[in-house]
């Protein structure tokens, strides 16, 4: 496929006939054709079919005609892959068989085998055949991972993650990174098969300090960002509530995802005053709940957001988290017609 398609030309820095636009979690729930292809299926299991995660990730390019096709699968897929007892419940999200928590869970931890991941590489393969349209890899940062590892599920304010980090520093180290190379065998898997750009999720660095984060996360998200752009893959670096982290998050990384709570204007002007990567690509950032308003103003809110998006070298254009699950997905197809037209 040609570097010549939108999502591509706004990852090099560059503005493309029109902005790119793609949406997180845009296959799913909100897609009836999804539902129908998933129904009584385990969602693990869905993703390591090959086949199904196959054309789950091209639905949405079909039916929306986004510019990227992010790769159908979860973050937690590494994990079940090397042997851990996860799984994905409905409404609740992962849950272990137990929480790692103590330095002999931790070294059980990462004795765990190297994963297989054809069955990874095999789907994006397919996807590509499918499709016209660049496909996304993506992975959990470390610090996510961990924090489902430690927890055991899922939890508000990760407590026992960071109570670890600081109690056990070493523990920690070892955790973090056993899940930075895990997260990046994941990536490498979905680049084999021949995704063109990865997009590390951090959705739960918002609820660390900053000194915590650079002490104790952000090498460990670096490590996976080198390795994939080792292989000459642009990234694009997204966590949730991360205001004050990105300048940080912007390090190693070729474009920045801006969550829906961070203004994009002052988005761009941090990262230009605090010495952002060049070109300055920026990826985000509708609300997710404008979704739902009247057609008047989510059209006001998309283009107060396109404006802002002009002091960047490129922008991206995308939610500034993913797609709730009640969405009329009217709402998105019509949505990236307008701003194909604009
Ligand atoms: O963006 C995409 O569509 C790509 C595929 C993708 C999924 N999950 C599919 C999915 C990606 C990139 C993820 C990332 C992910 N998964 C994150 C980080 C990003 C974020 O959303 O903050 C996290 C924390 C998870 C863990 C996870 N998986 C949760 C919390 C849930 C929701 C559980 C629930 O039912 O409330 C999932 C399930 C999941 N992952 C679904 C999808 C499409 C829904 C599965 C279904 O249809 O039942």
């Given at each position: 496929m040609a570097d010549a398609t939108p999502f591509l030309q706004?990852?090099?820095?560059?503005?493309?006939?029109?902005?790119?636009v793609w949406f997180m979690r845009q296959a799913g729930r909100s897609l009836p054709e999804y539902?129908?292809?998933?129904?009584?299926?385990?969602?693990?299991?869905?993703?390591?079919?090959?086949?199904?995660?196959?054309?789950?990730?091209?639905?949405?390019?079909?039916?929306?005609?986004?510019?990227?096709?992010?790769?159908?699968?979860?973050?937690?897929?590494?994990?079940?892959?090397?042997g851990i007892n996860v799984d994905i419940k409905t409404g609740v999200g992962p849950v272990m068989d137990k929480p790692y928590r103590n330095a002999s869970d931790i070294w059980e931890l990462v004795s765990h085998r190297t994963p297989d991941t054809s069955a990874i590489t095999e789907a994006v393969r397919l996807a590509?055949?499918?499709?016209?349209v660049p496909i996304l890899a993506f992975a959990g940062a470390p610090f996510t991972l961990a924090a489902y590892l430690v927890e055991g599920g899922p939890s508000r304010d990760h407590l026992a993650a960071r109570t670890l980090m600081h109690s056990a520093p070493q523990s920690w180290r070892m955790l973090a990174n056993w899940c930075a190379e895990l997260s990046l065998q994941f990536a490498k898997a979905q680049i084999?098969?021949?995704?063109?750009?990865?997009?590390?999720f951090d959705s739960w660095a918002g609820s660390l300090s900053r000194a915590d984060y650079l002490r104790y996360c952000a090498p460990y998200s670096r490590r996976v960002l080198a390795g994939v752009s080792a292989l000459r893959i642009p990234t694009i670096h997204f966590g949730v509530g991360t205001a004050s982290l990105l300048t940080d998050f912007a390090e190693g990384a070729t474009?920045?995802?801006?969550?829906?709570?961070?203004?994009?204007?002052?988005?761009?002007?941090?990262?230009?005053?605090?010495?952002?990567?060049?070109?300055?690509?920026?990826?985000?950032?509708?609300?997710?709940?404008?979704?739902?308003?009247?057609?008047r103003l989510l059209d006001e809110h998309v283009d107060a957001i396109l404006d802002a998006g002009k002091a960047a070298d490129a922008h991206i254009l995308n939610l500034g988290h993913g797609v709730p699950r009640q969405t009329d997905p009217h709402v998105l197809t019509r949505l990236v017609q307008r701003v194909h037209r604009l």
């Open positions: 706004a990852l090099k820095g560059k503005r493309p006939a029109h902005t790119p539902r129908r292809l998933r129904a009584g299926k385990n969602m693990l299991y869905s993703c390591l079919d090959p086949k199904l995660a196959a054309e789950l990730t091209c639905q949405p390019v079909r039916r929306h005609g986004v510019d990227a096709a992010v790769f159908f699968s979860d973050i937690m897929v590494p994990l079940k892959l090397a590509c055949t499918k499709v016209d084999a098969g021949g995704a063109r750009a990865f997009q590390l474009c920045v995802g801006v969550d829906y709570r961070t203004d994009l204007s002052e988005a761009i002007t941090t990262l230009r005053k605090h010495g952002s990567p060049s070109p300055l690509v920026v990826q985000g950032n509708i609300d997710p709940a404008m979704l739902a308003c009247p057609p």
